[in-house]
């Protein structure tokens, strides 16, 4: 079975918002939307909102470092916001995996927002139905794109390819690449909810070099050693020459 | 039930009371469309905070349904005359109750015109679809017992119905437990302790209403109580209010001794703002303590006693629910644990809640609604306790 995700790089991510904007720019105005504002220019404003993202600090002062975390429904392969619903109007397709409330069917019991375990349900205020992250299904499978534009709203808009998107079940795919190869993890496995989403982790590049490294070990003159050999101090012949 | 007690019902007080208590469930129902028009975002609700005032007095209305049914059970269930005589009133407070609480829930879905679809779209896996079936079917048996009991020749079966309702009462109230019981991933709830509590909390919340209308019906009619079955009935209210504390302070400290939950323990406890002066002053001192020694001090224990007792139940009872669901709402979710996370969302923050007008007058709608069909129905169906024709000194045995 395919199981359709994203897979978030938290060592690229630099936290810009991004991904919030376009996919609300994305979703409010398309099948999913409205997402309904309340005052969104004033002090206090809330909306519909299906990705957001979370920063904490990570380490003690001076020793800290900022973590950005984009978080939206992690469409889990065994998601406990479905079957709470009372209706059956939150379901999980078989054919790609995706997660999607059915906003004919939902009655606004809310029950749902409080089965997730990610706080990734949000309540449409105007529209008064459950909404989440759709993984831009109006989007992934238009043919009127073009083949390389059918992807969801964020992956396109991150700025530093911090968003994969793809199918973790296939062991080739992008994705499941990247989770094999840099200790990709989903959040709260605990739960037992196996999240299709998945984080990389912040990783540190670090190389040892030595002291002779330093020096030019390739120079052609002392190689021969038949030319005086000049001191460290001096000039080398990159530097007095223009080649 | 050929008393002509009722008759005695001044009509004019009896119609401005019914009209009074319409009233109060009319504005309930425009408050709720006020918000049906313009939505959520009227209220202080938030995606937050999805469950708010008026879940408060929809599961307060749904628990003390099914706890007034006690005083029923104990007459046709255990064989208590004094008790027995007092099922059909018993009765009539649960399918009043339940309706009032049943009218705040639905009108407060998101979309309550889609009633429809609950209906004819049953999702068995949900223990909130599950809750459909059970309060329908409370409803129908509580009905059906009450037929059992108003109607002479069926009076037999009575008893067996007595049972059912019994029986059924203990599902509901298991299931209103279960909504919170069954939500793993939220600190304060996700213990099986849930279920039990709630069901030791419907005795208590049941019989204060249940001994408030008694006393209403009574003092109405220039009628007073048998101090025995007083006595009697306020020694079981204190019973059962101890018994909703024990399991109150079980469930806290049981969450207190999980590292995890202290955080949460500590915000509704101690350091929470609202949520700790409602659980202690409303709930412990004014909801618990105070009825206690209403009901047990040697010089008090009469009727105004209990009245303002099980008054003072009521008010504890909706300020323990504000904590239990709001707060529990209030509290973040434990997605870094050890780690204080931040967004422009209000992620990772204690959340804000508060309660809007039209929410608070839905919940006092239901009440409306819940008092109307009790006072049209002790009217109609002349449901005040005959205790006079019980014999002398046997209040309380079997017949």
Known sequence: MTQLALIIDLNVCVGCSACVTSCKEWNTSGPAGPLSDRNPYDADPTGTFFNRVQTFEVGEFPQTETVHFPKSCLHCEDPPCVPVCPTGASYKRKE???????????????????????????????????????????????????????????????????????????????????????????????????????????????????????????????????????????????????? | MQSTSFSRLESRYFYAFAAACAMVAGIGYLASHYMEEHGHIVTGMNNTIVWGMPHVFAIFMIVAASGVLNVASIGSVFGKAVYKARAPLSGLLCIGLLAGGLMVLMLDLGRPDRFIVAATHYNPTSVFAWNVLLYSG??????????????????????????????????????????FAFLVARQAYGSALLPPMFIVLSFAWGLAVFLLAQAAIYAWNRETLDPAILKRMRNLLGVFIIGALYLVAAYHLTNLYFAKQTGFERFILVDGGTYPWLFWAGYVVFGSLLPLLLIYHPSLGKTRSVVAASLLVIIGSLALLYVFIIGGQAYPLAIFPGFEASSSFGDGQIAAYKPSLPEFLLGIGGIGVALLITTVGVRVFNMLPHDAALPQGVHGETH
């Open chain 2, 138 to 179: 409370m409803f129908s048996l509580v009905a059906i017992y009450l037929w059992t009991l108003l109607e002479k020749r069926f009076n037999s079966w009575s008893k067996p119905a007595g049972l059912m309702v019994f029986a059924w009462r203990f599902i509901l109230t298991t299931g209103t437990g279960l909504i």
């Open chain 1, 96 to 243: 790609d995996g995706i997660v999607l409330v059915d906003y004919d069917k939902c009655i606004g019991c809310k029950y749902c927002s409080w089965a997730c375990p990610y706080g990734a349900r949000e309540i449409d205020e105007q529209q008064k139905v459950m909404k989440k992250c759709t993984l831009c299904v109006d989007r992934i499978y238009s043919t009127t794109l073009p083949e390389a534009d059918r992807r969801p709203s964020c992956v396109m808009a991150c700025p530093t390819s911090a968003r994969l998107f793809g199918d973790i079940h296939d062991p080739d795919s992008v994705v499941s690449r990247a989770i094999r190869e840099n200790g990709g993890y989903a959040l709260m496995p605990e739960w037992g909810t196996q999240p299709a989403n998945h984080y990389l982790p912040r990783r540190k590049t670090s190389i040892t070099i030595h002291k002779d490294q330093l020096v030019r070990a390739d120079n052609p003159l002392k190689i021969d050693g038949k030319l005086p050999k000049p001191a460290k101090q001096e000039p080398t012949l990159d530097d007095v020459t223009s080649w």
